[in-house]
C-alpha cells in the first residue's frame, strides 16, 4: 500500500512518461526496464544493450510499493518481451521493514503474472551503496528473498549485483557510486551492463 501523498508526489513523472508514450509509442516486443532512479538515469541503457530493443519505464524515487501502484498504467502498454525490475533500496531507505519490502515484491510479481502473458522476469538485487551501508542486513534480506522468489518461477532470473559492487574490504567499492554515495557512477553502470549482458540468452532474443 502506497500512501496518497506519495501517490502526488508521483504523479507527474508517471504522467509525463505516459504522455511520452503516447506521442511516440516504444517498439512492442522491447526488453523493459522497470523501477526506480538506479534505471531511470540510466541513460545509456539502449546503447549498453543494444542491438536488443529496451524500454525505460523507471521513475525517481519509485520504492516497490510505488512500482505495484503505477504498473498497469507503465508497464502492459509497452508489450514487453521481457521485464528487468530494480526497486527497494528506497522503500528500506524511507524506513520500511525487510518484511515488507518483500511482501510488496510478492505484490508486483503478482501484478506481473495478473497483466502481462508469461514473460521472462528478472530481478536486479538492491545494490549496496553508500549512503545505505547501514542497513545492508536487510538488503541481504531483500535480495535473498527475491532470489528465491524468482528463481521459483519458470522463467525467473535474479542479477546480483550485490557482491561485484563490494570492494576488496567487503564495502561498497567509492568508484561505482556518484558523489552521493547513492546512485551509480559511469563506472557504475558498465558493471551493470557487463552484469545485465550475461543474461542475454534468456532475457534477450535474438
Known amino acids: 500500500m502506497i500512501r496518497s501523498d506519495l501517490v502526488e508526489w508521483y504523479e507527474e513523472e508517471v504522467r509525463a512518461i505516459e504522455r511520452a508514450h503516447a506521442l511516440a509509442p516504444p517498439p512492442r516486443g522491447a526488453i523493459v526496464f522497470y523501477g526506480s532512479s538506479?534505471?531511470?538515469?540510466?541513460?545509456?541503457l539502449a546503447d549498453d544493450l543494444a542491438p536488443w530493443p529496451v524500454v525505460n519505464r523507471a521513475f525517481g524515487g519509485a520504492t516497490l510499493a510505488a512500482c505495484v501502484h503505477f504498473f498497469e498504467r507503465?508497464?502492459?502498454?509497452?508489450?514487453?518481451?521481457?521485464?528487468?525490475?530494480?526497486?527497494?533500496d528506497n522503500d528500506l531507505g524511507d524506513g520500511q521493514p525487510a518484511e515488507a519490502v518483500i511482501a510488496s515484491l510478492s505484490?508486483?510479481?503478482a501484478r506481473v503474472d495478473a497483466l502481462l502473458a508469461p514473460i521472462p522476469v528478472a530481478f536486479i538485487a538492491?545494490?549496496?551503496?553508500?549512503?545505505?551501508?547501514?542497513?545492508?542486513?536487510?538488503?541481504?534480506q531483500?535480495?535473498?528473498?527475491?532470489?528465491?522468489?524468482?528463481?521459483?518461477?519458470?522463467?525467473?532470473y535474479f542479477i546480483d549485483?550485490?557482491?561485484?559492487?563490494?570492494?576488496?574490504?567487503?564495502?561498497?567499492?567509492?568508484?561505482?557510486?556518484?558523489?552521493?554515495g547513492l546512485h551509480l557512477?559511469?563506472?557504475g553502470y558498465r558493471l551493470w551492463t557487463e552484469i545485465v549482458r550475461t543474461y542475454r540468452l534468456p532475457l534477450f532474443a535474438a
Open 38 to 44: 538506479s534505471l531511470r538515469l540510466w541513460t545509456s
Open 74 to 88: 507503465l508497464v502492459p502498454p509497452c508489450a514487453p518481451q521481457s521485464l528487468v525490475l530494480y526497486a527497494g
Open 107 to 109: 505484490a508486483l510479481l
Open 126 to 140: 538492491i545494490k549496496p551503496s553508500p549512503a545505505r551501508w547501514g542497513l545492508r542486513r536487510a538488503i541481504r
Open 142 to 156: 531483500v535480495n535473498e528473498a527475491a532470489r528465491r522468489a524468482l528463481l521459483a518461477r519458470p522463467h525467473g
Open 161 to 180: 549485483v550485490y557482491q561485484p559492487m563490494l570492494g576488496r574490504n567487503g564495502e561498497p567499492e567509492p568508484t561505482l557510486f556518484a558523489d552521493d
Open 185 to 187: 557512477s559511469a563506472a
